[in-house]
């Protein structure tokens, strides 16, 4: 994943949640779920716990209900936290949500240039980020993508590594609108 603030100004909340690894039984369970019944259970959105704010739609349903089924109370615990918090009062630092699996980064930066910024992703986390103020533009692209190339190779204790892509597809991110991005999702 990449972000990149266009406004001066932005404050973000990054809620980052540590996914487990899921058994090969609970694995196999999920993947008998059909599409149309993922998409059913995304669209009823029981899986926000009253969070009023909208899921963006280039979250991977699929992977975010895999994701989501492994661990919910660690989902449910971040929409809780965004639901509950004044989000416009945060002082940047980190809150411990759940510690060690669930945690919000707060920060308020000026705009990147998109050459300084590089794009990621992480084994063990999954990346919930919200615009509180101002606006981002995001791109992301699949690990699976073939025009992506490794720069840095696998850190585990950063839990990253990093790419080049030459493809990938940009959102601007506003308040209002939150996105995931899984392991899946550079």
């Not at 308020?108 to 300084?116: H, N, R, S």
């Not at 910024?117 to 699976?144: C, P, R």
Request: hydrophobic share 35%; with cysteine; charged share 25%.
């Amino acid at each position: 994943m990449k972000i990149h603030f266009i406004s001066k100004i932005a404050s973000v909340v990054f809620i980052t949640l540590v996914f487990a690894l899921c058994a090969s039984s609970y694995a196999q369970s999920t993947r008998s779920k059909s599409n149309k019944e993922i998409n059913q259970w995304y669209k009823k959105g029981d899986w926000l716990g009253g969070l009023k704010l909208s899921p963006h739609q280039s979250i991977n349903r699929q992977e975010l209900y895999r994701q989501y089924h492994v661990n919910s109370v660690w989902w449910d615990k971040a929409f809780e936290f965004l639901r509950t918090h004044d989000l416009d009062s945060l002082k940047p630092g980190k809150y411990d949500i759940d510690s060690g699996n669930v945690m919000a980064f707060v920060s308020e930066a000026p705009t990147k240039e998109m050459d300084l910024i590089q794009w990621e992703t992480h084994n063990n986390f999954n990346d919930l980020q919200y615009i509180i103020v101002g606006q981002a533009k995001m791109g992301t692209t699949s690990v699976d993508d073939p025009k992506a190339t490794v720069t840095v190779p696998y850190d585990s204790k950063r839990d990253v590594t990093n790419y080049d892509v030459a493809d990938a597809k940009y959102y601007v991110a506003k308040s209002g609108t939150f996105f995931i991005f899984t392991p899946k999702d550079i």
